[in-house]
């Protein structure tokens, strides 16, 4: 069966989140939501979650699924709201916890922090099965942009997280701790395997000039117009470009807050003695 697809675009950090689900009144999963934060302040807010579940309750959805694709370097995380708004698994795949002891020892967080992913209701473990409602799901690992990177297939559609973009904008950085791009570029040829018509869903679009938003592309449209990745693109090539371009890039605004709470799926460190949460700011260490 194959799903139907709600798109919500986060104009702050160029997002796209999405519920996925079969028909007004049955199940549904919740893939990449984004919890607004304002780096001069501090603050977070939930206006972006409540336009999630404003249409969840309109189309008397339930949530069994909150999808993670990976620990996100560009936005926090709103699925521990969303869990406690609306119930739900929130989930990851397994490799977050490759992903946590790296952040824990940049970040020296608190001794209690358990890099083991127990912060998830649930770790997938590559290649498993699941269900929404009568939806069919599988989970692929596509690292090289993360270590923890996966994919999710229902139906005829597959979201990949930021593995790719839109085909004129190419493919994920592979900069950051654990990235790789070689890992990348099999990452991407496993998913541009899948049959020519599969819809992919994309967690970020970053459009040219006169060109609208965009999140849904295709495994043709991909093979044929992706700018890195396209048919015919050796994985040398697209090494050596990914390589030299990734020195170019400045790191995402948002990273340094988003991980720490993206790492605990969602949830901010602990209160301290004041009773305030607080975020580090590692200097010189990325």
Known sequence: MNPL???????????????????PGSACAIIDPVLDYDPKSGRTRTASAERIVAFVREHDLKVEWILETHAHADHMSAGAWLRSQLGGKLAIGENIRTVQKVFRDIFNLEPEFRADGTQFDHLFAAGERFRIGNLDAQVWFVPGHTPACAAYLIGDAVFVGDTLFMPDVGSARCDFPGGDARTLYASVRRILALPPQTRIYVCHDYPPAGRAVRWETSVAEQRADNIHVRDGIAEAEFVAMRTARDKTLEMPTLILPSIQVNIRAGEPPPAEGNGMRYLKIPLNAL
Not at 10 to 20: H, R
């Open 5 to 23: 697809v709600q798109a919500f675009f986060d104009p702050a950090t160029w997002t796209i989140s999405y519920v996925l689900y079969e028909a």
